[in-house]
């Protein structure tokens, strides 16, 4: 029998011996103990999304989820994603990831992991979203940096890679307006 | 040679010069390259403060006034320092010199020496063993307090000096108090065909980053004292460091990890990171602090409430004669950046529109409420948007069109404004011809029926500013190079990336100037030790100066790679080009050489490689006292065109669309620039209808969390369309400009347009909300059942 | 970061067994999704000394017919679940409606029906943490004496804010209970006290099982309109709830309507049916009977400013929310929601 306060937890596919007190919230655990910082805390308590990850696939606040309670589900984190799509033969990093990058999504990044992952979670289970989709799946993830444009195109541009497809024009790709100086 | 020297006509990226360039012939600049950090973010990598834990590290957390003012008669912290675990108490009295981001006006103390001033002032800090026998400290921490007045409403401030917020002070609660004028605008307004007299109202906003502040601190055993700071400023912290901590400033290093938003919410030095460093001398353990959102919202530094006062005065034919302007300014309870609040309230109206004569009389005011400071937009989101206001009631009262008079009244390019400041490159006319078009303004504007409408609005903001908050001559951003024999080069920078790609746009300017791919470069920035001197993130200076100085330095650099292979190859130096990686000849395009091999030649010949360049503005500014303050070496211009409709019902307005045109000079990166945009444009529309950072009548934050303090989520927020306009600045690096700030600031006043477009009220009091939408529609059909019955009559 | 105050965490596998931890544990408490009382732990206003998680009793989740026709919906089904859930969008539209408008994506799929219903009452001065409520001198519902929102208040008037009530009040739910003296169940109608400290007639050593519908008429119609002021994340500012049966002919038949997030307990208009029925939707008698409900509905109703928001402007909403989610009901539609 094992001590009050130890209990094993299912991460990223690999399962931990924890031990923390019972009043740790999953998100203490996975920062402070297993050391996977790449979940956020932003307002501490389930207000923003940044500490978003998956359970048993879907998107959860692992702010509000007790650590211990936990126990028995399999837990996604920003850092499994990569080694998980490495594993199933893909190249760097998960297509969402990628997509969030290429597309410019991530400006100062820390609502991203949690945003990143309520995407995939999203593509996972309707792997073409429409836009309204998209907005009302994101809707719990707070970011303050992009006005979601970006985010959208970057969700829009993964759909595209994956069915083979060029996405839509943005905006600011129409050449840029010239205005020459004054000679 | 230094960047400083290349400014006017001969830049060597100036049109008609032999270095200038269309975008075609970038080869990195101007293309939507990826971040330098943006897969280590998206991938959980990054390291942002609360991501460090050192071996043995304290945790700490702070005690704060729950009063909004009052004098500390006794604190006794004997039995937080008895509890178990706890490692060191500290108070007021352990760090008593004043600080204070503006070297005029310190007066701030990292805790509380005997007054608190607002509820959340930080009273004392304890370090323990984890953060619950941290709290449970200070819960045993006796603070006895006498309640003074409290000052919640700031006219009460502008006339009431007793009892003084900060004692000693012979201008009593008023903070700072402006009063410029240029040209006689009594006779401009007197001679004018049409005069507007309007009151409006700015509530305080706040950047509610999505990272709450965190700091860390270690002393080691040999006397250096190292700080991991959520800042974007890190220079400044340091100076603030050494002043408090009586520490000379080369045993403390300052690092800025990862940053998780700032938006000028982390731009002055905060009570934590004197608090982290104070224990961790106290203790010789690491000691790391990390603010809830609570005191996030207590830390504030937001946005300032304004109520202000326009009279403005046109020509029938819709010609400015004269612009006059009363503000009151509420900046809580410290000074922060207050001095230049006040400045920038009245100095950066003053374009893009010529103004023949203008005025400003601003105060700002100390209230018991969290210290006011910069936000996006510094102290020009408030004027501007009860100014853009105002032009459309002008434009109504002269049945012009809304557009039509901002462009009657544009100021032109490379002139000087009313007040003193030079304009150089000013894109204003395309951004409004961007948005008309885009938008379809002239089919739709005024023809979406009754509930929907288009408004217009422009604005121009700075491209950092030629003053450096503490007078020196020393250069206000500065690069260092080095090269490795691998063919990597690294550039260090004391430039703040806060989110914005500031280190991004460092490597773009090396993989340009140097020929070499972006993933040659590693950028090292904003740590006090490795990189040299930079100000900071604020002002939107970065790209300007920053990039400035980068391509100072990689020229030095590029001289010496060209004159070694040049002497290699027994060719002159101007044959000798660095692309994609390789030196070719130009004359003889069979002959090139790999960038390594060009870096050792260079090596053999020169020494050791590495370069240095550094950025400093030109002497601007009015030749009056402050004259400087708004000085700019180049502005930004931007114009939105806001698609709204107003459910009439329920009084909800619901933003469709905004076109934001913006004249960011060149943009390196369009993507970058219009993240920014989108961004900027995003936050504006926030504060508009969503956000309000005020306290309730016991002078206690409403709702200091993000449940309360409503950020819009992706179901709130309309659709961006980004329109870059380049006018290509003579002296920004490779003609750009800034991006970061200037789009917030016609959102606002733009969908304030666009409601009197949709429904006919004029919302001049923000924020927007549907109740008041209300009572604007009931008030606007009482005055037209009145106007009907005396016509009937 | 904000922290938990401490407790020992069990984590049964049965209801028994839940129900046994929390007798045998003076001040313990019962958690299902964590989304109401972890925030409201991390403000100090519940310290309980243990918490029993039902996170793994597996028979407390579900969604089933019964041979009656009813729908019994397990206490710990999701949020998320319930408003995706083919058999209660069929059944109880109104309630599938009202599931799918609260809180955010992640808080519905955390969150379960059974914390909705139980949700704890919510206000301004109450909702906030330690450091906040001391600063105000701590108000009635927990740790003071006086009301902030009504001077010289007598009565705590923390506001209902669980969009899910009113929807199975309008749907005449059982809540099915269990304590240590075994089962019962109780009307949800007869199941809230005017008492903004604690609004429920549950005893704290009781449990709640299932959330029963009746089986409704073939002609059954509901909606759920929801003021806020985001399109997510937020709690209800007024929720209402609308039945609205129509009989063989298409013609009202039965109407209901229930509104919440005004006061302590979830409130219904009364007097409503004798204005609609036999009214048919889609005629102007019928916009003409609706019109007159909402505007009864707002005579009925005086919310006080004890959620965050203009409480003038919740109840100049209250006739719009109401016309609207009877037309929405009306049509087979809904939410009637801004986004």
């Known amino acids: 029998m094992r001590r009050m306060g130890e209990y094993r937890l299912e991460v990223n596919g690999d399962t931990h011996e924890v031990s923390a007190p019972d009043h740790w919230t999953l998100l203490e655990v996975l920062r402070y103990r297993l050391g996977l910082t790449g979940s956020k805390q932003g307002c501490d308590k389930g207000d923003c999304g940044a500490c978003t990850v998956l359970v048993d696939g879907r998107p959860v606040l692992s702010c509000l989820s007790l650590a211990r309670a936990s126990e028995g589900r399999a837990i996604t984190t920003i850092e499994g994603l990569m080694p998980a799509h490495l594993r199933a033969g893909g190249k760097g990093a998960d297509p969402v990831q990628e997509a969030f990058d290429r597309c410019g999504a991530l400006q100062c990044g820390f609502c991203q992991p949690g945003m990143i992952l309520s995407a995939r979670a999203l593509l996972n289970r309707c792997p073409a979203p429409s836009r309204e989709q998209m907005r009302d799946a994101l809707s719990g993830n707070l970011c303050r940096c992009t006005g979601y444009t970006q985010i959208f195109e970057a969700v829009e541009s993964a759909v595209a890679t994956s069915l083979g497809l060029t996405p839509a024009p943005r905006s600011w790709e129409a050449p840029p307006v010239a205005k020459e100086a004054r000679p | 040679m230094s960047a400083r020297d290349l400014h006017g006509p001969g830049a060597p990226w100036g049109p008609g010069e032999p270095g200038a360039k269309s975008n075609q012939e970038f080869v990195t600049v101007g293309k939507p390259h990826r971040k330098v950090d943006g897969i280590a973010k998206a991938t959980g990598a990054a390291i942002y403060a609360d991501d460090i834990t050192l071996p043995g590290m304290l945790h700490a957390k702070t005690l704060r006034s729950p009063h909004p003012h009052a004098k500390i008669r006794r604190i006794d912290t004997s039995k937080a320092r008895a509890l178990k675990g706890v490692h060191a108490v500290i108070t007021g009295e352990s760090m008593p010199i004043k600080y204070g981001v503006i070297p005029w006006t310190p007066d701030e103390n990292a805790l509380a020496v005997d007054k608190v001033r607002f509820i959340g002032d930080p009273v004392a800090a304890v370090a323990a063993i984890d953060e619950d026998t941290a709290n449970a400290a200070l819960k045993l921490i006796e603070v006895e307090y006498e309640l003074l007045h409290t000052f919640l409403d700031p006219r009460e401030s502008l006339v009431r000096a007793e009892p003084a917020i900060h004692e000693g002070r012979k201008e009593g609660n008023i903070s700072k108090s402006v009063q410029l004028e240029f040209g006689q605008v009594d006779e401009a307004l007197a001679s004018a065909d049409v005069v507007v007299e309007d009151d409006y109202f700015f509530h305080g906003s706040t950047h509610a980053p999505i990272e709450p502040h965190c700091a860390v601190a270690t002393y080691s055993p040999d006397g250096v004292l190292t700080l991991w700071s959520a800042t974007q400023i890190t220079h400044y912290v340091h100076r603030a460091l050494s002043r408090v901590l009586e520490l000379p400033a080369h045993r403390i290093r300052v690092i800025q990890p990862c940053l998780g938003g700032a938006f000028g919410g982390k731009s002055d030095p905060f009570s934590l990171e004197f608090c982290v460093a104070k224990l961790a001398m106290l203790t010789g353990r690491a000691v790391k602090m990390l603010w809830t959102r609570e005191e996030v919202f207590y830390a504030h530094r937001g946005r300032h409430p304004m109520q202000l006062h326009y009279r403005s005065g046109a020509t029938k034919d819709g010609k400015l004669t004269g612009v006059d302007a009363k503000i009151l300014i509420d900046g809580g309870s410290y000074s922060s950046f207050g001095l230049v609040t006040t400045y920038y309230s009245g100095q950066l109206l003053t374009g893009p529109y010529h103004f023949p004569t203008y005025r400003f009389d601003s105060t700002r005011v100390f209230t018991n409420k969290p210290p006011c400071g910069p936000k996006r937009g510094h102290g020009s989101v408030q004027p501007r948007f009860a100014f853009e206001v105002q032009l459309d009631q002008l434009a109504e009262k002269l049945a012009l069109d809304p557009i039509e008079i901002r462009r009657r009244n544009f100021q032109g390019d490379f002139t000087r404004t009313v007040n003193g400041q030079r304009v150089t490159s000013n894109g204003f006319l395309q951004c409004l011809d961007e948005v008309e078009r885009a938008s379809r303004w002239r089919e739709r504007r005024g023809k979406l029926g009754f509930g929907r409408g288009l408004g217009v609005a422009g604005s121009m903001y700075i491209s950092g500013t030629n003053y450096p908050v503490y007078p020196n001559e020393m250069p206000q951003a500065g690069i260092q190079l080095k090269v490795d024999r691998s063919g990597l080069v690294t550039v260090f920078t004391g430039g703040n990336d806060i989110g914005q790609g500031s280190n991004s746009m460092c490597a773009y300017i090396v993989s340009e100037e140097l020929g070499i791919p972006i993933e040659r470069i590693r950028v090292v920035a904003a740590d006090t030790d490795l990189c040299p001197v930079d100000l900071g993130a604020y002002s939107s200076r970065v790209t300007f100066m920053v990039g400035n100085a980068t391509i100072d330095a990689c020229r030095k650099l590029r001289e010496q790679l060209v004159a070694a292979v040049a002497e290699k190859w027994g060719c002159a130096p101007t044959r000798v080009r660095l692309l994609e990686g390789l030196a070719i000849d130009l004359e003889d395009t069979s002959r090139s050489m790999t960038s390594v091999e060009a870096f050792h030649l260079a090596e053999t010949k020169f020494d050791t490689l590495g370069a240095t360049g550094s950025y400093n503005t030109p002497k601007l500014g009015g030749d009056y006292r402050g004259g400087t303050i708004g000085a700019s070496p180049a502005y930004s211009f931007t114009a939105h065109v806001v698609d709204a409709s107003v459910d009439v019902e329920t009084g909800r307005i619901t933003v469709h669309d905004v076109w934001v045109a913006h004249d960011c000079g060149r943009a390196l990166n369009p993507m970058i620039v219009a993240g920014q945009m989108e961004g900027s444009a995003y936050m504006g529309i926030a504060e508009a209808l969503f956000e309000e950072h005020d306290v309730n009548r016991f002078g206690l934050h409403r709702g200091p969390s993000l449940l309360d303090y409503r950020l819009p989520t992706s179901l709130d927020t309309p659709e961006f369309r980004a329109r870059i306009v380049e006018s290509i600045d003579p002296e920004g690096p490779y003609g750009a400009k800034e991006a970061g700030e200037g789009p917030l600031h016609p959102s606002l006043p733009a969908l304030s347009n666009a409601v009197y477009d949709a429904v006919g009220i004029r919302l001049k009091h923000l924020p927007f909300t549907p109740a008041k939408v209300l009572a604007a529609l009931r008030e606007k059909r009482e005055r037209e059942s009145v106007a009907t019955a005396q016509g009937a009559r | ?339």
């Open chain 3, 1 to 339: 970061m904000l922290r938990l105050p401490k407790f020992e965490l069990c984590t049964p596998h049965t209801v028994a067994e839940a129900v046994k931890l929390l007798a045998e544990c003076p001040g313990a408490m019962l958690v299902a999704g964590g989304t109401d009382l972890v925030p409201n732990m991390k403000h100090e206003l519940f310290t309980p000394p243990r918490l029993v998680s039902l996170a793994n009793v597996r028979e407390l989740r579900g969604i089933c017919t019964r041979d009656d026709g009813s729908l019994v919906i397990g206490a710990m089904t999701s949020l998320a679940d319930v408003a995706a859930s083919d058999l209660v969008r069929a059944h109880a539209p109104a309630l599938a409606q009202a599931c799918s408008l609260i809180a955010g994506p992640q808080l519905r799929t955390m969150g379960t029906l059974g914390g909705n219903v139980l949700l704890d009452t919510r206000c301004q001065w109450y909702n906030q943490t330690y450091f906040w409520r001391q600063a105000l001198g701590f108000c009635m519902k927990k740790d003071g004496e006086v009301c902030h929102v009504v001077k010289g208040g007598k009565n705590c008037v923390a506001a209902a804010s669980n969009d899910s009530a009113p929807t199975l009040m309008t749907l005449g739910a059982m809540l099915d209970l269990v304590g240590p003296s075994g089962p019962r169940s109780v009307p949800i109608d007869e199941f809230w006290v005017a008492d903004g400290i604690y609004n429920k007639q549950l005893a704290k050593d009781e449990l709640l099982v299932s959330i029963r519908v009746p089986k409704p008429p073939a002609g059954h119609r509901g909606a759920y309109g929801k003021l806020r002021d985001r399109g997510s994340i937020d709690f209800p500012l007024l929720g209402v709830a609308v039945r609205l049966d129509l009989d063989a002919s298409g013609a009202v038949e039965h109407v209901d309507i229930v509104v919440t997030a005004l006061a302590a307990q979830p409130k219904r208009i009364t007097k409503v049916l004798e204005l609609l029925r036999g009214t048919r939707p889609g005629t102007p008698q019928f916009d003409e009977s609706v019109a007159q409900a909402a505007a009864l509905a707002h005579k009925q109703c005086k919310p006080l400013a004890n959620i965050p928001g203009d409480a003038d402007y919740r109840r100049e909403m209250v006739p719009v929310y109401v016309k609207r989610t009877l037309h929405a009901a009306a049509r087979g539609e809904g939410p009637v929601h801004h986004v």
